[in-house]
């Protein structure tokens, strides 16, 4: 069946370093992919998308990488501060649906 | 600019009460839907709507029933709140569905039942 995944439940990341966070999907007709961040008692908020003619997409300070051949997604964020504490998901739309993935905990050390 | 409005933000339930929740949207967006949000479940969709005067069941539907009267509202109904619909419920919308299609979410309601 149809599946969203990602790869680790919780990333520590010191201040200042990159963070990337992966994301493995299992159709290969999905088409678009949304990286939403949930920050603790909101709503996810869309970060950064990406359509499944593209590999890569920048926005400010982060990167959305699409690798079709082993249906694979990574997001990057560039000097991780401590307003970028949350969990991270991935959104894979295929045939106009959306899926989400489990989430990340992203866990940003002084 | 309200965006998407869930109501109320917090509610507590004895087993077999029935409630609704509340999803109302500024944006004139066509698609609404309802999630749930469990620990290492990620978001699951209950149900979701197209445009007034349609509904469709999510992978999730049981125990739950929605309407779509307007395009602004998209109410969730509890018929009869189990344990397991303890969760946090996630109303979002959007202007259509497909390719380039953002999902904006509500800020949740947090139910519990007894």
């Known amino acids: 069946g149809e599946s969203v995944g990602l790869h680790l439940p919780t990333l520590s990341v010191q201040e200042g370093d990159n963070s990337i966070i992966n994301c493995a999907y299992s159709?290969?007709?999905?088409?678009?992919f949304i990286w939403y961040k949930q920050e603790s008692g909101k709503g996810p908020q869309f970060i950064i998308d990406?359509?499944?003619?593209?590999d890569k997409r920048q926005g400010q300070r982060v990167t959305v990488l699409l690798n079709k051949t082993v249906k694979h997604l990574s997001l990057q964020i560039a000097a991780t501060q401590p307003g970028d504490s949350a969990v991270y998901f991935c959104a894979v739309i295929s045939w106009g649906k959306f899926q989400f993935g489990a989430g990340t905990q992203v866990v940003v050390t002084p | 600019n309200a965006g998407v409005t869930q109501t109320p933000k917090f509610q507590v339930l004895k087993t077999g009460q029935s409630m609704t929740l509340q999803c109302a949207q500024d944006m004139n967006h066509e698609y609404m839907s309802w999630y749930r949000q469990d620990p290492g479940m990620g978001l699951r969709l209950i149900h979701y709507?197209?445009?007034?005067?349609?509904?469709d069941q999510g992978e999730v539907p049981n125990g739950y029933n929605v309407s779509r009267s307007t395009t602004e509202d998209f109410p969730l109904r509890l018929l009869s709140a189990a344990p397991s619909q303890t969760s946090v419920y996630f109303c979002?919308?959007?202007?259509?569905?497909?390719?380039?299609?953002?999902?904006?979410f509500g800020s949740g309601t947090q139910l519990s039942v007894l």
């Open positions: 709507s197209v445009g007034a005067g349609i509904t």
């Open positions: 990406i359509r499944s003619n593209m």
């Open positions: 979002a919308s959007s202007r259509l569905t497909g390719v380039g299609e953002k999902l904006f």
């Open positions: 159709n290969s007709a999905s088409d678009y």
